[in-house]
Structure formats: C-alpha cells, structure tokens
C-alpha cells in the first residue's frame, strides 16, 4: 500500500497533468530557500563581524577583508546547513499546492469517488504556518541530536517522518474530513502513517531531488488516504 503510493506519487511529478504545479513547487521552494539563504548570511556577517572585531581591535586596516573571509565561510557553512531549511519550507509550499495536486489525482485515478473540497486559501496558509512552526521546532531538536553519535542520522529520520507524515497526511484527510476527523483518522493508521513519512524523509534527504518534497508527499498521501478508505469500507461490508 505505502510503496505503491510512492510508486504513483514519482509517476506523478512528471504527469502533463501536474506539471503547471510541478514547475510552481520547484520555483517557489526554490525562491523560499535562496531568500532564507542571503538572510541567514546576512545576520550572520552582522552579527559575527563585531564579535570578531571586539577580539582585534588593533588590525582595523584589514577588518574588511576580515568581513569578506567571514562572509565566504558563512555561505559555505550555510549552503550546508540549508539541507536542514528543506523541511520547514517543504511545510510552507505543502498549503499551498496540495489541492492542486489532490484534485488532479483524484479525477485521473478516482473518477468514480466523489470528489474532495479544498480548504479555503486562508485556512490552508494557516495550516501551513503552524505546520511551518512545528517543522522548525522538530528539525531544531533533529539539529541538536546530529551532535550525538549513533543516533544523528536516526534523529533526521524520525523526526521528519513524524512530522511529515502527520501533516501531510492529515492535509489529504481534510479534503473529506474536518479537521478532528482527520487527526482522529491519521492516530487510527499511526503506524501506516509514520512508516509513509519515512519514505518522505527518505525522499527529503535525496540532495537537488528534495525540492520536490511538496509535490511527493502530497501525492504519496493523497494516495494512501484513498486506499485506507477503500480499504475501510470493504472490511465494514459497503460496496465501493
């Protein structure tokens, strides 16, 4: 069920009918993560070049090539730590394409179930926003364990499939479920939940190919929300 809904959310990301919001995905996570680039270097040349001039302050004449050397380990150091930024701007992107993604989905391959209802624009920014705060707050733990031998892969993992898991599925659930409905749905099928966001994860540590992650998980849920209600109503006895 997991793999096979992996399997259709890869075939997905390059189907005509999903590539106005494939391009859109890539862009706008694109733009997120170079903005959050130039402002995480920018504060840190301003915040690191003082610092560093308070311990020399007898070599004012090279203090700019100082800022200069500063800036060019900053990028580097965060270029790398950008990797970490994937999954709370994952989280931004995730509100806004996901009823794209999900409506196309389900016409192609559900035409016989009723169709979902997006959430309002509104709501969906706002899901996303405290999505965004939970995914930041998690990667920051994910962050602090990557200094812990043994277990700093292990923390990524779990943390992310956690997390994008939960959200993202329960953002596919909504479509046909209130909010409580939802998280009541996703708690039932923790298990099948959890282990569809380690392959998010997995997916989210693949470099360059994880900028899809938006589009991924949100096909891959979509998909899995729909076989665990089919698979709902066979075992209660109703005829799809």
Known sequence: MIFDSARLA??????????????????????????????????????ALPWLQAFIPDLPDWAGWLGFVVAIFASLGLALALALLVAPVTALVAGIFLDDVAEV????????????????????????????GVVIVGNIIALLLLLVPGINILAFFLVN??????????????????PAEAREFRAKHSAIVFTAGLVI??????????LLTPLFAAGLMVHLHKRLMKRETVVAGVVP
């Open 105 to 132: 989905i389900e016409k192609r391959d559900y035409p016989e179930d009723a169709p979902g209802r997006a959430m309002p624009l509104g709501e969906a920014l706002l899901a996303s926003a405290k999505f965004l």
């Open 201 to 210: 994860a997995a997916f989210l540590a693949i470099p360059i190919v994880n």
């Open 161 to 178: 499939g956690y997390l994008l898991g939960r959200e993202f599925f329960e953002f596919a659930a909504m479509r046909f479920r209130s």
């Open 10 to 47: 890869l075939v997905n990301l390059l189907a005509p009918e999903t590539r106005s919001a494939f391009w859109k995905s890539l862009g706008l996570t694109l733009l997120a993560l170079v903005a959050l680039w130039i402002a995480l270097r920018e504060m840190f040349v301003y915040l």
